[in-house]
């Protein structure tokens, strides 16, 4: 199982093209993932010439060429040997398998505190993930991709959202991306991301998935402890080498 092409299914783009194998993604910046080369196949050509075509296609749309490499990989290597040493925006890939951080979850949230999941974007998704807000491409890059995409919202009260988050199921591997989980400054150390992390699991496993996956910057320290309470293991390291 290749978890960089299962992580590629489950993340949106604006514009998507191929150069052989290698598949190049552009969002008008907006997040490392849907604006790089991802090398997921042979490309046909040698990789100097790879690398100059990716450049060239970012060039066209005023981006930098970057390509997603796991660190320390023969081909990381190999691009770095050819003069790309310069990396950005470094992240952990994580795995668990979804019934026992299922379980888990389950018995550390109120079963009666409940988020609305839903496949359609909810309107108000980007009142607690601040991170898309006001950016017309965040809602193509949250919707589009090559999975089966579900939402999950806790609701305060009087209907707000609280905690929202997203799941992406490959359903050709089995594997469930969680990705875009946040809780409104106010609604914080509450438990509610573990209430939007269960429900998207519990949607996911629903529809066939038995494995989990998630990416989580190296740095962020209470992510990762919550992650590790779940299960979630390092399969590898990724960044992108500037072109």
């Known amino acids: 199982m290749d978890l960089q092409a299962v992580a590629a299914t489950g993340w949106g783009f604006a514009e998507r093209a191929y150069i052989g194998g290698w598949e190049v993604r552009a969002a008008s910046g ?10 997921l196949g042979d490309s046909g050509m040698p990789l100097p010439q790879t690398l100059e ?8 749309r005023a981006l930098p060429g970057l390509v997603q ?16 040493t310069e990396t950005h925006r470094p992240a952990l890939r994580q795995t668990a398998p979804l019934g026992p951080a299922l ?25 607690a993930y601040l991170r898309g807000r006001g950016i017309p491409e965040f809602k193509t890059l949250l919707t589009s991709g090559d999975a089966l995409i579900a939402f999950a919202v806790v609701r305060g009260d009087t209907g707000q959202a609280l905690s929202v988050g997203r799941v ?4 050709g591997t089995g594997y469930a991306g969680i990705a875009a989980i946040a809780t409104a400054e106010a609604a914080r150390r509450r438990g509610l991301a573990r209430i939007v992390m269960r429900d998207l699991l519990a949607f996911a496993a629903e529809h066939g998935a038995e494995s989990t996956y ?22 590898h390291r990724y960044h992108c080498r500037r072109l």
């Open 30 to 39: 907006h997040t490392s993932r849907a604006n790089a080369a991802l090398p």
């Open 53 to 60: 075509a990716v450049r060239e296609w970012f060039a066209e």
């Open 69 to 84: 490499t796991i660190d320390g990989s023969p081909l990381d290597r190999e691009i770095a040997d050819l003069g790309f």
């Open 103 to 127: 379980e888990t979850l389950k018995s550390s949230t109120d079963a009666h505190h409940v988020a609305e999941v839903t496949t359609e974007l909810p309107e108000d998704y980007f009142a």
């Open 168 to 171: 992406a199921i490959d359903t």
């Open 214 to 235: 998630l990416e989580v910057e190296d740095g962020n320290a209470p992510a990762l402890a919550l992650y590790a309470s779940l299960g979630y293991t390092t399969a």
